[in-house]
């Protein structure tokens, strides 16, 4: 399974769009309706799944779906 789909199949628990939906200009809070905790929790997720450390000067710039891919893409350049 690809990177993307599934980083949509997570991001899909945490609100009513299903993955197949989701378009890389999704804001969290503002189209998928993210509170900070959904946010907060959806990073511990994505940091166990992907194994990865999301560094917090990185986060603070995840406004969007294809902003959270870009973080985990450069992340697995580095890695």
Known sequence: ?????????????YCDVEP???KNGFRFREDLGF????????LG?????FDV???????MNILTIGDALG??????LVG
């Open 53 to 59: 450390e999301l560094e917090e000067n990185k986060v």
């Open 1 to 13: 399974m690809s990177r993307e789909k599934k980083f949509k199949e997570i991001v899909s628990r």
């Open 35 to 42: 509170s900070s905790l959904d946010f907060m929790s959806l």
């Open 20 to 22: 197949k939906d989701m």
């Open 71 to 76: 973080v985990l893409d450069e992340l697995a």
């Open 45 to 49: 997720e994505l940091e166990d799944e």
